[in-house]
Nanobody, 123 residues
Framework: QVQLVESGGGLVQAGGSLRLSCAAS????????MSWFRQAPGKEREFTAA????????YYADSVKGRFTISRDNAKNTVYLQMNSLKPEDTAVYYC????????????????WGQGTQVTVSS
């Protein structure tokens, strides 16, 4: 089992920045692909960003490319999402997710999920 706990959400004005953190515990963290998904009210949960278990490869949804950066610190069992130039359409609950070894952008491929953290961007 892997337990995931997100933090760092909040209210920010458009154009501002936030940094989300996801702390993992349980099984060996560095064997897992870590991803962020987000879910806005009335919408399906969508892929946002992912990072390989070595940290050498990153993947982004087109909507956040160039504004968001995912990173991980395996020594601290933590993955981060730095969000810059935030827009009102980035408002959502952000979820951290983990799956063993192989990258996927499908939410159905992930075995472990955090409880989510709310990000609200005001215009």
């Amino acid at each position: 089992q892997v337990q995931l706990v997100e933090s760092g959400g909040g209210l920010v004005q458009a154009g501002g920045s936030l940094r989300l953190s996801c702390a993992a515990s349980g099984r060996t963290f560095d064997n897992y692909v870590m991803s962020w998904f987000r879910q806005a009210p009335g919408k399906e949960r969508e892929f946002t960003a992912a990072i390989s278990w070595t940290g050498g490869r990153t993947y982004y949804a087109d909507s956040v490319k160039g504004r968001f950066t995912i990173s991980r610190d395996n020594a601290k069992n933590t993955v981060y999402l730095q969000m810059n130039s935030l827009k009102p359409e980035d408002t959502a609950v952000y979820y951290c997710a983990a799956r063993a070894f192989a990258y996927s952008s499908s939410r159905y491929a992930y075995d472990y999920w955090g409880q989510g953290t709310q990000v609200t961007v005001s215009s």
